[in-house]
């Protein structure tokens, strides 16, 4: 039987819907209503009709064969009656009527239905900042206001533009008026990177830089506060880091769903707006139907209610309802999120979930370490490097980090913290390997490179715009260029005008970030850094500046530069230079290590000074060796104790000349192992060598040495035992030729085992 089919709605889902129920029930009677006067227009090109791309405002509004969707279109063409400029204003589901109202004389009236379709659309969002009624201030989602935009442009009225949001519509107007009309045009987006629902801070870093080569300015993190006019139009925007002037504003902020006219009627809506439908896209009244931008709708990936206003959902919807209420059986499964966007140069796509809306749907979306590269099996586990029972922990990933588990805590207690974590014994050539190779990736971008530690380094990028780009562009392709060197590794980048900045900038987006900090952002973010994020405040120090009203490193500018230097001497006024964001150290490409070490942490507690002695000679070993290998040589010879209770001492000797000879470090560390009273048992023992001089060890003589007791002879001849022992070990393997004082004392079998710790 021929139904009433009643659609409110007549942009997208609305005709689609209409068209496909009168289609296959020809005999039925269908009426669309639009508050607006133009129908059925492609509002996803309005930023390329003021562009010119598309070349008048009625290809927006053609079939493909170029006819014009007017109402007469629809009723001659598609028998579907349409009513423009009439405004819904109440579903009355027990008369099965809606209240209308034209918006030309005001004059109501009721509309019966048996079937009722809303497609209501959205609302774009308009923050109540002062000055928001402004004139030309507003948004641009319909087609009035792009013809009026356009005849701005067109009549040299608009010289300074601003988007307030970086979303979709936002940029691709920025784009359409800086490209097409050569506006000086600017982009505010409140969080830290543009398209912050769709893009993760890396991509968005390059869609940034897209915009830019355009010459549109970009300023993200920032909070517009007021719109200041003259004459009754806007002149100045105020946002809470600067004042611009601004001629022309348009947000794009989002939309709002139009669905109180459901939720009044008594329909389920979700709490943040927009109509609940099933997957036939019938919402609470099975009567009822709804699509497009005023629903939310099932997303696949996530499981979730998700809201994603296109213009390609809500024809597919439109074409659901359409057979559905012919009595069809058609189903819209959901979404995944796929999406498009057309920038300058470049176009910006995605489909699925954003690292951050898969860890809060619950998906264990995770950044991969060198052990989970080498092991997939470890990805998204609880992970925790440094393995014995009895040493600290090295490193840990994040899931385990959740648990308080951080490095240098001994290893009972990580255990305790997070007992289902996995734990691995370090694999340092691994680990150094996968270093060199980063490294080498810094040093195809710079040739300053500076290696801090072997998983932080410091790249000099002064005058590399020219080769780059802008600098964060060059961030983005240092970070694939790692990706792509290490198989998969990850790495977050810190981007600053000085390199203690730069380090606390990596630190913002780990594990698989980038964080920018321009000059002028300086100031601002010191300001609202924590103390203990400056390198050199520890927790005592911290302490301290909290008693004096010091929590925020801008807080210490409330004080003269002599206050630090009076009250805490160098660190004060090294405090004092921080707070202001300045450090004058440059990146230096080779820095010769301070020291050398190797300790190791023992399964057992032990006082067996035998057993200590036979670990120093190790220790000794492995230290000699990684000395001669640089062409190093020390003066200072350091011994470390670590007791049960984790009491640490330390003990040093000065040598009557530099030595990188294992024998001459081992009798010193003896010597000092000798005058030490041992307190207690001891679970680590650790031998150092430091005060290397800046010259390089001279060479040994290859002939015959006379026999005395001075200490070069002596260094001379135990050099070239060394150099034969290393020579041997090199070829045929570390434990080719053993020290018989290695040979164990406690009753196991073969040498002391190397570790690597």
């Not at 009225?157 to 800086?178: Q, S």
Request: proline share 5%.
């Amino acid at each position: 039987m021929a139904q009433q089919v009643l659609v409110i709605g007549g942009v997208a889902l609305g005709p689609k819907a209409a068209c496909r129920y009168k289609r296959l029930q020809p005999d039925s009677h269908v009426t669309m209503i639009d508050q607006g006067t133009y129908i059925s227009y492609g509002g996803c090109g309005i930023p390329y009709f003021v562009s010119g791309d598309v070349g008048s405002m009625d290809a927006l509004r053609q079939t493909s064969a170029h006819v014009l969707r007017t109402p007469e279109f629809f009723e001659k063409l598609r028998g579907v009656e349409v009513l423009t400029q009439t405004r819904a204003l109440s579903i009355n589901r027990k008369q099965k009527t809606v209240t209308v109202e034209n918006t030309v004389n005001g004059e109501k009236r009721d509309l019966a239905y048996d079937k009722l379709v809303i497609a209501t659309g959205s609302t774009p969002k308009v923050p109540p900042i002062p000055g928001h009624d402004l004139k030309n201030v507003g948004t641009v989602t319909c087609l009035e206001a792009a013809q009026a935009v356009q005849a701005d442009c067109a009549a040299r009225k608009i010289n300074h533009a601003v988007i307030v949001g970086g979303g979709f519509i936002g940029l691709e107007m920025a784009v359409a008026l800086a490209d097409q009309w050569g506006i000086r045009t600017t982009v505010i987006e409140l969080l830290d990177h543009l398209l912050p629902a769709q893009l993760s801070p890396n991509l968005a870093a390059m869609a940034r830089h897209d915009l830019e080569e355009l010459g549109v300015t970009v300023l993200t993190g920032e909070k517009v506060l007021e719109l200041k006019g003259k004459d009754g139009a806007v002149c100045q925007l105020v946002t809470d880091k600067r004042t611009l002037d601004a001629d022309h504003v348009i947000f794009s902020v989002g939309v709002t769903p139009n669905s109180q006219i459901a939720a009044d009627a008594g329909l389920v809506c979700h709490p943040r707006g927009g109509i609940v439908v099933n997957n036939h896209m019938q919402t609470s009244d099975p009567d009822i139907y709804a699509g497009g931008d005023c629903v939310v709708v099932h997303n696949i990936l996530s499981g979730e209610q998700s809201y994603l206003p296109l213009g390609s959902l809500a024809n597919r919807q439109g074409r659901v309802i359409g057979t559905n209420l012919a009595g069809g059986d058609e189903v819209f499964e959901g979404v995944v999120g796929s999406w498009c966007v057309k920038l300058n140069k470049m176009s910006a796509c995605g489909t699925g979930l954003t690292l951050v809306q898969a860890k809060r749907a619950g998906f264990d979306a995770v950044a991969v370490s060198i052990e989970q590269l080498d092991n997939p099996e470890l990805r998204g586990k609880a992970l925790i490097v440094g393995g014995r029972k009895r040493g600290v922990v090295s490193t840990a990933s994040y899931e385990a980090r959740k648990f308080g588990v951080h490095s240098a805590m001994p290893i009972g207690e990580a255990r305790r913290l997070c007992p289902h974590a996995v734990f691995l014994v370090p694999r340092m050539r691994r680990y150094v390997e996968m270093a060199h190779v980063v490294r080498g990736v810094l040093h195809e971008f710079s040739p300053l490179v500076e290696a801090a530690s072997i998983d932080e380094a410091y790249l000099d990028a002064t005058g590399l715009e020219r080769l780059f780009g802008p600098i964060e562009n060059m961030g983005m392709r240092l970070k694939e260029a790692v990706r792509e060197a290490t198989g998969g590794l990850t790495c977050s980048v810190g981007v600053a005008p000085v390199k203690f900045l730069a380090k606390i900038s990596s630190e913002m987006r780990k594990p698989d970030g980038l964080f920018m900090l321009r000059p002028e952002e300086v100031p601002g973010f010191m300001a609202g850094l924590d103390v203990g994020r400056i390198p050199g405040v520890g927790k005592k120090f911290a302490a301290a500046l909290a008693s004096v009203g010091v929590r925020k490193a801008g807080d210490a500018l409330r004080y003269p530069r002599d206050f630090w230097e009076r009250r805490y001497g160098k660190a004060g006024l090294a405090l004092y230079e921080r707070a202001q964001g300045r450090d004058s150290r440059p990146v230096v490409p080779f820095t010769p290590p301070k020291s050398e070490s190797a300790e190791t942490t023992f399964e057992v507690d032990t006082r067996d000074r035998d057993f200590l002695k036979a670990w120093l000679l190790r220790h000794a070993e492995r230290v000699g060796r990684s000395l001669r290998k640089q062409g190093l040589a020390g003066r200072t010879v350091t011994l470390k104790i670590k007791y049960a209770d984790f009491k640490q001492i330390t003990r040093q000797a000065t040598l009557p000349a530099r030595t990188n000879s294992t024998d001459t470090i081992y009798e010193a560390a003896c010597e000092l192992l000798a005058a030490l009273s041992l307190e207690g048992k001891v679970r680590l023992v650790g031998v150092g060598v430091s005060g290397f001089d800046d010259v390089r060890p001279h060479q040994l003589s290859l002939l015959g040495a006379g026999v005395g007791p001075d200490p070069d002879v002596v260094e001379e001849r135990r050099g070239k035992l060394d150099g034969a022992l290393d020579a041997l070990r090199e070829r045929y393997g570390t434990e080719a030729v053993v020290r018989g004082r290695l040979f164990r004392t406690d009753g196991g079998e073969g040498p002391l085992p190397r570790r690597e710790e």
